[in-house]
Antibody, heavy 118, light 107 residues
Framework: QVQLQESGPGLVEPSQTLSLTCSVS??????????WSWIRQPAGKGLEWIGR???????NYNPSLKSRVTISLDTSKNQFSLKLSSVTAAETAVYYC??????????WGQGTTVTVSS | DIQMTQSPSSLSASVGDRVTITCQAS??????LNWYQQKPGKAPKLLIY???NLETGVPSRFGGSGSGTDFTFTISSLQPEDIATYYC?????????FGQGTRLEIK
């Protein structure tokens, strides 16, 4: 049973870089043809797809964030990571990592709250 | 980007009722449509994929239909544990986008 767990700072200052890691347990991040995704949700609002990385290392990003997003894979640690630069208060949200099985986002982490504030 | 429009935005129903939520895509997405359930404070959970296929372990009272631009999500007999917000999501192309959500409450 694959499980995902997000980790990282809960508070980031405006204009700084948000960095989160998703640890994968119960299976290898390199096995199968999956994408590993990041999604965020501001409090009381809907879901926004940020981007994803394939087990091959290829990436896809939401065009609205593309210039500021980097998603990377660390197969030795069975983790993948999100970096979002130049953040603003509007990017305060719960950030989720999820597995994309190409038919759907079928495994999700519990989410981690990131507040952008000075 | 493909816009996904759900209706209604909120819904109140009684235990045992049949509940229907609709989702409309801004362009033809074939059957590349998923439905998720999100309970308060929890991550979304995939319920339906490819518009009508039930994810493993999901109760059979949940169902989905549609293709092209118009889709329907149904709960055949509402249970108290079904209280949640439901989202549709397309995966026809990138970026993946979600509907705004339908909040389901017990009457």
């Amino acid at each position: 049973q694959v499980q995902l767990q997000e980790s990282g700072p809960g508070l980031v200052e405006p204009s700084q870089t948000l960095s989160l890691t998703c640890s994968v347990s119960g299976g290898s991040i390199s096995s199968g043809s999956y994408y590993w995704s990041w999604i965020r949700q501001p409090a009381g609002k809907g879901l926004e797809w940020i981007g994803r990385i394939h087990t091959s290392g290829s990436t896809n990003y939401n065009p609205s964030l593309k210039s500021r997003v980097t998603i990377s894979l660390d197969t030795s640690k069975n983790q993948f990571s999100l970096k979002l630069s130049s953040v603003t208060a509007a990017e305060t949200a719960v950030y989720y990592c999820a597995r994309d099985s190409l038919y759907g986002l079928d495994v999700w982490g519990q989410g981690t709250t990131v507040t952008v504030s000075s | 980007d493909i816009q996904m429009t759900q209706s209604p935005s909120s819904l109140s129903a009684s235990v045992g009722d049949r509940v229907t939520i609709t989702c409309q895509a801004s362009q033809d997405i074939s059957n590349y449509l998923n439905w998720y359930q999100q309970k308060p404070g929890k991550a979304p959970k995939l319920l339906i994929y490819d518009a009508s296929n039930l994810e493993t372990g999901v109760p059979s009272r949940f169902g989905g239909s549609g293709s092209g631009t118009d889709f329907t999500f149904t709960i055949s007999s509402l249970q108290p544990e079904d209280i949640a917000t439901y989202y549709c999501q397309h995966y026809d192309n990138l970026p993946l986008t979600f509907g705004q959500g339908t909040r389901l409450e017990i009457k």
